[in-house]
């Protein structure tokens, strides 16, 4: 199997949401690990694609790495708000949700 059942992609890639603190941050807790009894999940440092208003859309590579097994490689689209306090310099993700994931090798089988 080249990356996890959609449930257990979906669960993992809702647990890196509090991982964020900011999107696009340069930061070298790049990337971000998240281990788990299945494998282990990679989100790499997401990329800004447009900023209107507050809406803040971006994408970031993943890979899913099975125990002994070489990583799966795939995307992920993120959405959120982003409230930015110009006195204080400061920007806030909020509401930061997973708008698509694609693992572009896996099988029909392997994303249900």
């Known amino acids: 199997?080249?990356?996890?059942?959609?449930?257990?992609?979906?669960?993992?890639?809702?647990s890196l949401l509090p991982a964020l603190p900011a999107l696009g941050q340069a930061s070298p807790d790049w990337p971000r690990e998240?281990?788990?009894?299945?494998?282990?999940?990679?989100?790499?440092?997401?990329?800004?694609?447009?900023?209107?208003?507050?809406?803040?859309?971006a994408r970031a590579a993943i890979s899913w790495q099975k125990p002994d097994e070489p990583p799966v490689f795939g995307a992920v689209w993120l959405e959120a708000e982003l409230d930015v306090d110009r006195a204080e310099r400061t920007a806030t993700v909020r509401d930061l949700r997973v708008a698509?994931?694609?693992?572009?090798?896996?099988?029909?089988?392997?994303l249900t």
């Open 100 to 110: 698509d994931a694609r693992f572009p090798d896996a099988t029909e089988e392997e």
């Open 1 to 14: 199997m080249k990356c996890p059942p959609n449930r257990f992609l979906w669960l993992l890639l809702a």
């Open 34 to 57: 998240i281990d788990t009894a299945l494998g282990t999940l990679t989100l790499y440092q997401p990329q800004v694609e447009s900023l209107e208003g507050n809406n803040l859309e």
